[in-house]
């Protein structure tokens, strides 16, 4: 899909008449009215081809990995992810590749709400990341500014799609796909880099 395109429905798609931008160029100036913020979505969800888990030949109880699983889970800081990292050594031994995925994870999560993504595939390395829906400052904001650029810059890696449903009607969903991004180590080194744009 055209990106200029893009810009342009998602003006028209603006419901409180705000103006949005038409141009690339005009994203910096949204930028001052729409400013970063910490998080434009409370979660985002991963769904991957990759193993990452607690091996049961790491954790071999069950009930001890689901528990760690949980806590996992509701980790809300660097610190407290480092701490947890140091806890499983020190009970269980280094971490498997796939622990280590997975602790990884946790950081992707935390990237994908600051840029505004809600869900993550990483699927036959390829990453494809949904916009959050149902905010239309998000449209013109820095976070959507910077994805916008940086796929500019990468037109052979990267796209804008829309999605459709069964029927082969547009869902008013959009989506980006990103190329050759093989662990979640390099999802979240993409995503960094989008951010320092």
């Not at 407290?80 to 796939?98: T, W």
């Not at 935390?110 to 390395?125: H, N, P, R, S």
């Not at 400052?137 to 994805?147: D, L, M, N, T």
Request: charged share 30%; glycine share 4%.
């Amino acid at each position: 899909m055209d990106l200029r395109l893009l810009q342009e429905e998602m003006e028209e798609s603006t419901k409180d008449g705000a103006s949005a931008y038409r141009t690339v160029g005009d994203i910096q100036d949204a930028e001052q009215a729409y400013p970063m913020v910490k998080q434009w979505c409370s979660d985002s969800q991963l769904e991957t081809d990759l193993s990452i888990h607690f091996p049961p030949l790491y954790i071999e109880n069950i009930s001890e990995r689901i528990t760690l699983y949980r806590e996992l889970d509701n980790l809300p800081s660097e610190q407290q992810l480092l701490d947890y990292r140091k806890k499983l050594i020190d009970r269980f031994g280094p971490l498997p590749e796939e622990a280590d995925e997975l602790l990884s994870v946790v950081k992707l999560r935390w990237l994908c709400c600051q840029l505004g993504i809600e869900k993550v595939f990483l699927k036959q390395e390829q990453l494809t990341i949904f916009f959050v829906q149902r905010k239309e400052a998000y449209w013109q904001s820095e976070a959507f500014g910077k994805i916008i650029q940086f796929i500019i810059e990468r037109p052979q890696r990267c796209a804008i799609q829309e999605e459709f449903d069964k029927k082969g009607n547009k869902t008013g969903r959009r989506y980006a796909t990103i190329k050759d991004v093989r662990t979640i180590g390099g999802a979240i080194h993409l995503l960094s880099k989008i951010i320092e744009i």
